[in-house]
């Protein structure tokens, strides 16, 4: 499973980012929720087309500059992606009237985020800094205005994939009793980074999967006419590998390792008459006896072996 978490230290945001590539990324084959390439692709284009309509909108509409950008995709159990959130943050919960799904859209942001937008469109600078709480009535009208719209681009942005748009059904500020979806239901989460003026948080959006998958149609597991083994082998045989040429190799005492000076000379069980040990990661192919070409040192093989293991 492809994980989206970290927290912002600055923002108090949710715990998203994408994952670093030197890090091994923990899967679950229990649950199999990765999604296929070419799926994957087509969200991505659209949730940064998204990302660009709505930077757009936050900037018409706090009259600040705002810029958004897609941080992250991936599909995993809703129960997965709430685990990973800030236990208070803003919970937008959307549904889709008359598509007959259970589960419900989540838009979440950091409250301060949202209430430095709100001071934006009230003519304020923003406030410096601000603790996570609830809205108050106004506020919560201003925030349903501005999501009503984001929801407007998201429709447009994912086009065909999403049949029906999406509405407010609610806002909560308790990510572990938000209840959009089951917790085994497979969401696609979309990690984004928000800018506006000088601030930047993390949001996140989490749609069904069922809204979406039907519409993305089969992956493509593989070529038409069967012949994965043939191509994966011909993929393999281009991979470059380091071939080394070695000695037999010779067994001393730790002693005469800690002992060694220059000068010292160490007999190996190596004739000179017999050829090189040729191998490849440590196994040995064959042996082949040194030689040159083109004025560089060569190898010339002499016999090669077979190495099932």
């Keep these: 499973m492809t994980a ?5 230290p600055d923002e108090g945001t949710p715990r998203q980012t994408r994952p670093n590539a030197a890090e091994a990324v923990p899967y679950d084959f229990r649950r199999p929720t990765t999604l296929a390439r070419e799926h994957a692709r087509v969200l991505e284009l659209a949730f940064e087309t998204f990302a660009r309509q709505w930077g757009t909108q936050l900037t018409a509409k706090v009259r600040v500059m705002s810029q958004v950008s897609l941080v992250s995709l991936c599909m995993q159990a809703y129960d997965d992606y709430v685990s990973l959130l800030p236990a208070t943050t803003t919970m937008v919960l959307c549904e889709t009237p008359g598509s007959g799904a259970k589960a419900k859209a989540v838009i979440q942001f950091p409250a301060a985020a949202a209430l430095n937008w709100i001071s934006h469109m009230l003519g304020s600078p ?3 800094d601000i603790a996570e709480r609830k809205f108050t009535r106004i506020e919560q009208t201003l925030v349903r205005g501005l999501m009503n719209e984001a929801l407007e681009d998201l429709h ?4 065909t994939l999403l049949e029906r748009p999406l509405s407010v059904d609610g806002i909560t500020h308790n990510s572990q009793f938000a209840q959009a979806a089951a917790k085994s239901e497979l969401v696609i989460a979309a990690t984004l980074r928000v800018r506006v003026g000088e601030r930047s948080t993390v949001a996140s959006i989490a749609l069904p999967a069922e809204l979406l998958l039907p519409q993305l149609g089969d992956a493509d597991t593989g070529p038409a006419d069967g012949d ?3 191509l994966l082998a011909q993929h393999l045989s281009g991979i470059p590998v380091d071939l080394a040429l070695r000695l037999a190799p010779s067994a001393v005492t730790p ?3 800690l002992n060694l000076a220059v000068g010292d000379v160490l007999a190996l069980p190596h004739p000179t008459h017999r050829p090189f040990e040729l191998s ?4 040995r192919l064959g042996t082949a006896a040194a030689g040159t070409r083109s004025g560089r040192i060569a190898a010339v093989v002499v016999s090669t072996e077979e190495n099932p293991a």
């Design 4 to 8: 989206l978490p970290v927290r912002d």
């Design 126 to 128: 923003g406030p410096s």
């Design 156 to 159: 447009y942005s994912l086009g």
């Design 228 to 230: 994965t083994a043939g």
């Design 255 to 257: 002693g005469t390792i």
């Design 280 to 283: 490849v990661d440590g196994r």
